[in-house]
């Protein structure tokens, strides 16, 4: 065998908080190898020590707090004793890395071409002129349209799949023995997820790189690596070709991760939602999914009609209106008790603004929205927030939605006493029971939001939204920003909840697997617009809007022999739903194609 | 862009108006008759009447206000009550020494706060980080009057190196005009730099841990380029945003300065009118400087569209 691009090997790393604080290990005695024109997954979950692998072999971690010992060497020669400044012109030219936010990784006050330019001038030296010359070709060669009059354009101007294609032509630019892609399509939405993976394939099998891909998706896994290490703790829990791991994975925790993956189709020719099964991480042991029942057969808890929210422009002199992004146009759908209601697409459709609209965060320009029978819209005042009551959120970022000073205990018994609905100890008591009920204990109120992980996080969120009482509860991508053993479990919470409280949930998501799994029916939505809306089984088995088809094809399978597959699809972004001051929406038909299933023609 | 700086320089117009307004009204409301102390100790009741109705200080307060607001829309801040000198006169006599001070302060405090606070930023935690910020809190804390009499006991009495005070115009020479400078401006500048250091460490510390600084790294740029083109940049709508208002201190410290080091400037020149209750002088001075301060205002507010390209009017 050839020598590997990189081989690491005994690969520790610590951190410490300061000079005088222990060091604590977050990799422990990690070897791999990563052959020329290869791919190599490193899987896990938040805290694996998966990103701070690869931070160690580049040496971007801070020197005064983190230690690096072990070995990682490139074609043979060590990097770790390497003194900074040859350290330097490894980076970028012989290892390059594309990071995971592509809104964030990019400097927004230089242009995309000068930030692709610098990496020729710094590494291979060449004159301001050769160096646009070539970065136009770069972006030509990650497809960016018009590259020549893209090169002076502000990242800001980028949409985030064009931003991650910036990057990755960036990452290129002085030729890499090896690429570093660190969760680089986790941000993005999942058409454009598909076109980046495609597009990374291919240039790989172009320039004969070696590729490091770490992820938390084993559909990503599966679609783009030759072998797998899976990650736990800091540890490497197991390591082998991609085929076998999923196949005959042998550790708890790889069988785990494979388990609470969401696989789309895996609820085909079922009426109804399923919980997840699981497998405990350590023990092995299974729980077997569970199906639920059928939403109640009776009126609709929640209705919405011809809902319009638009955001005015305004621009002049005078600052007049000039126009409006129409992010919600005409929707209208109804919610029976007992009922999951999914609203899918994908960044800046509108979905979450629907949300927001129907508990009148936002305001909405035009519609009806009923809660049992009751006009919403209609109401200001006191009287809208009782009517709030009813329908209560839970947000995507669990870290953000919680006031970091407040302790748990309060934070959930402050809606109940704001309300005025009973007295502190009162509020305190069902805050405990509702603890209980989300898979916490009692015990936890007088603590504060950093002392919980993400997922227990969002069960408090889950266990605030519960303390009124609500009869609706609109998910905003409540499970998203979850790992994916974690992600199965909160889906279950909600499913259960749902069995036992009769919850009607409004579950807004991009993701279409976990879609799949707790629907009773789903809505999605483009440019504003809800283009088809109908029972989950008629949705997914029988998709009839071009969108629904598309968005349902981009969504990577966690099957390894899809790996030399390509999706060929357009490369185009979702467009703008800015319209000119005298729009006038277009009278949209619906078209009936099976029981309660309905399409936009 | 045309369309805000039109809306801005409309507002402009009328925050001036409202200032000047209050300016009147705060100097009519103190205690203290301009006419009592121009006719002097010994003047009688009938005198001092006679006085007050020949500078029109018996004229109802709306009407007061009014002729002076007309006079200053055609451009004439009126004459001093004492020397009937106009306004306009004695401030353009001294504002070379007043502007000469400022701008002296202005190159020196803001590249050496920018070195500091950046160096400050990129070393934090260490020995150079405590040091700098250690200066820059002295810088805080340490009134003018007791930084400029120090200097001046140990630079100009002691060592001789430098004169003690007074200011020499530019025309006789400029090796002297620099020597005058030096003290006034370093004394001046340090709260200035201070503030502006501590502003710059903040905020680029708060940009060197941004995704894209990592970028950066990982692209193998040196660190220079990181810090000084990558990171600064960002970090310079705050940055920006200090020395503006930094410059309003300024007006306010060079009044104190200038009395220290006995320099005839505009705020030697208000210092005494109000002593004398030389109301035009006073009037017009703080109209013209607080037209400065809103004039930079506007220009901070439009250099952050040269910094940030998503920053658009």
């Keep these: ?601 | 862009m045309v369309a805000y700086v039109l809306r801005r320089i409309g507002s402009t117009i009328l925050v001036m108006v409202l200032v000047s307004l209050l300016v009147f009204l705060l100097l009519r409301l103190a205690p203290g008759d301009p006419a009592a102390v121009l006719a002097g100790d010994n003047a009688s009741a009938e005198q001092i009447a006679t006085l007050r109705r020949l500078l029109g200080l018996d004229d109802p307060l709306p009407v007061q206000f009014l002729s002076w607001l007309w006079a200053v829309a055609q451009g004439n801040l009126g004459a001093s009550l004492y020397s009937a000198e106009p306004v306009t006169l004695l401030m353009s006599q001294r504002a070379e020494a007043t502007l000469s001070l400022a701008l002296a302060t202005l190159t020196v405090a803001v590249p050496l706060a920018i070195v500091m606070g950046v160096t400050a930023a990129h070393r934090a935690g260490t020995g150079t980080d405590r040091v700098l910020m250690l200066f820059a809190v002295a810088g805080f804390s340490l009134p003018a009057f007791v930084v400029g009499y120090l200097l001046v006991y140990l630079l100009a009495i002691q060592a001789g190196v430098l004169p003690v005070q007074g200011y020499q115009p530019i025309a006789e020479g400029i090796g002297g005009w620099a020597a005058h400078l030096v003290l006034p401006a370093i004394t001046l500048g340090l709260i200035y730099t201070a503030l502006i250091a501590r502003i710059t460490r903040a905020t680029m510390l708060e940009t060197l841990s941004e995704d894209f600084i990592r970028t950066a790294r990982a692209k193998g740029l040196p660190m220079r380029r990181v810090l000084l083109v990558h990171a600064l940049r960002n970090a310079g709508v705050p940055i920006v945003t200090v020395i503006g208002i930094g410059v309003a201190l300024l007006i306010g410290g060079v009044v104190v300065t200038e009395t220290v080091f006995n320099i005839p400037g505009v705020g030697r020149l208000v210092v005494d009118a109000i002593a004398r209750r030389d109301y035009p002088v006073i009037q017009g001075v703080i109209l013209v400087c607080s037209g400065i301060y809103v004039l930079l205002n506007l220009l901070t507010d439009l250099s952050y569209t040269l910094i940030d390209p998503r920053i658009r009017y």
């Design chain 1, 1 to 601: 065998m050839t020598e590997p691009v990189l081989s690491v090997r005994g690969l520790t790393t610590s951190f410490r908080a300061d000079a005088f604080s222990p060091w604590s290990t977050v990799v422990r005695d990690l070897s791999f190898d990563i052959g020329a024109g290869e791919t190599l997954a490193i899987v896990g979950e938040s805290g694996s020590g998966k990103s701070v692998t690869s931070l160690s072999v580049m040496r971007l971690l801070a020197e005064r707090t983190s230690r690096i010992e072990g070995s990682a060497k490139l074609e043979g020669s060590e990097l770790l004793a390497l003194p900074e400044a040859k350290m330097r012109k490894v980076r970028g030219s012989a290892i390059s890395m594309i990071f995971q936010e592509p809104m964030t990784s990019l400097n927004p006050m230089m242009t995309i071409g000068s930030q692709v330019a610098e990496v020729m001038r710094c590494h291979l030296g060449l004159s301001a002129a050769e160096a646009k010359a070539e970065a136009i070709r770069l972006f030509e060669k990650v497809r960016i349209p018009n590259a020549k009059d893209r090169y002076d354009t502000h990242p800001h101007k980028l949409s985030g799949g064009q931003r991650q294609r910036v990057m990755i032509a960036m990452a290129l630019a002085a030729r890499p023995k090896l690429l570093i892609a660190d969760e680089p399509t986790t941000a993005l939405d999942v058409t454009i997820q598909g076109q980046i993976l495609d597009l990374i394939k291919d240039l790989q099998v172009e320039t004969g790189m070696a590729v490091l891909f770490i992820t938390h998706d084993m559909g990503v896994v599966a679609e783009v690596s030759d072998r797998t290490l899976v990650m736990l703790r800091g540890d490497k829990v197991e390591e082998g070709s991609t085929a076998d791991i999923f196949a005959r994975g042998k550790h708890p925790y790889t069988r785990a991760l494979l388990s609470a993956v969401p696989r789309l189709g895996s609820m085909a020719g079922r009426l109804n939602p399923a919980t997840f099964g699981l497998i405990d991480m350590t023990t092995g042991e299974a729980t077997p999914e569970r199906a639920l029942p059928a939403a109640a057969d009776a009126p609709p808890v929640l209705e919405v009609k011809n809902l319009c929210t638009r955001f005015e422009v305004r621009g002049g002199l005078f600052a007049r209106v000039t126009g409006a992004v129409h992010a919600v146009e005409d929707v209208s759908f109804d919610l029976r008790p007992g009922e999951t209601l999914s609203l899918v697409g994908e960044s800046g459709c509108g979905k979450s603004t629907t949300g927001r609209s129907i508990l009148r965060l936002t305001h909405p320009r035009a519609g009806d929205i009923r809660v049992d029978g009751a006009a919403m819209h209609a109401l200001d005042g006191k009287a809208l927030r009782e009517a709030r009551r009813a329908i209560q959120m839970v947000f995507q970022d669990p870290f953000a939605s919680l006031n970091p000073r407040v302790s748990v205990g309060t934070a959930i018994a402050e809606p109940f006493i704001e309300q005025g609905l009973g007295t502190q100890a009162e509020a305190r008591e069902k805050a405990g029971q509702l603890l209980e009920r989300v898979g916490l204990s009692a015990k936890v109120m007088n603590r504060l939001p950093h002392e919980f992980s993400g997922g227990q996080r969002q069960r408090i969120c889950i266990a605030r939204a519960l303390m009124l009482d609500p009869k609706i509860i609109v998910a905003d991508e409540s499970v998203s920003a979850l790992d994916v053993s974690i992600k199965a479990q909160v889906c279950n919470l909600l499913m259960d909840l749902q069995e036992s409280l009769g919850l009607s949930y409004l579950f807004i998501s991009h993701d279409m697997a976990v879609v799949e799994r707790v629907s009773h029916r789903v809505a999605v939505m483009y440019m504003g617009e809800i283009v088809e809306i109908g029972p989950r089984p008629a949705i997914f088995e029988r998709p009839q809007h071009a969108y629904t088809q598309k968005l349902i094809a981009a969504v990577p399978v966690p099957d390894p022999a899809r790996r030399v597959l390509r999706r060929k699809q357009d490369i185009e972004e979702i467009k703008s739903p800015f319209r000119p001051k005298d729009f006038q929406p277009p009278k949209r038909e619906w078209r009936e194609v099976g029981a309660g299933h309905f399409v936009q023609t």
